[in-house]
């Protein structure tokens, strides 16, 4: 029972990490593509390893699946709306005159 509850704190902890290094990459990092890179890439696997670590916490596997639907869900939302705003950023810049 102490190793599932280790298990579940040290995996909430790695999730909290991927989610400061992914809103510290949205503040820090210099253009468009890098910030929607940092926040997608990072947010979803914290949403992952919070999740994982939901599920071994209440041990069902109902619970599991639907946890496992929500973060899927998640991550093909958040592909898809930083291709977009992407897209949109690309659309709406100038052109380099050299």
Request: hydrophobic share 55%; no cysteine; net charge positive.
């Amino acid at each position: 029972m102490i190793w599932t509850e280790l298990l579940v704190l040290a995996l909430l902890g790695t999730g909290l990490g991927f989610y400061a290094a992914g809103s510290l990459g949205l503040l820090r990092f210099p253009d468009t593509a890098s910030r929607l890179h940092a926040l997608t890439k990072a947010d979803n696997v914290g949403l992952g390893l919070v999740a994982l670590a939901a599920a071994i916490h209440w041990g069902s596997g109902a619970v599991a699946a639907k946890l496992a639907l929500v973060w899927l869900l998640a991550v093909i939302a958040a592909g898809t709306t930083s291709q977009l705003l992407a897209r949109r950023v690309r659309k709406n810049e100038e052109p380099d005159r050299r």
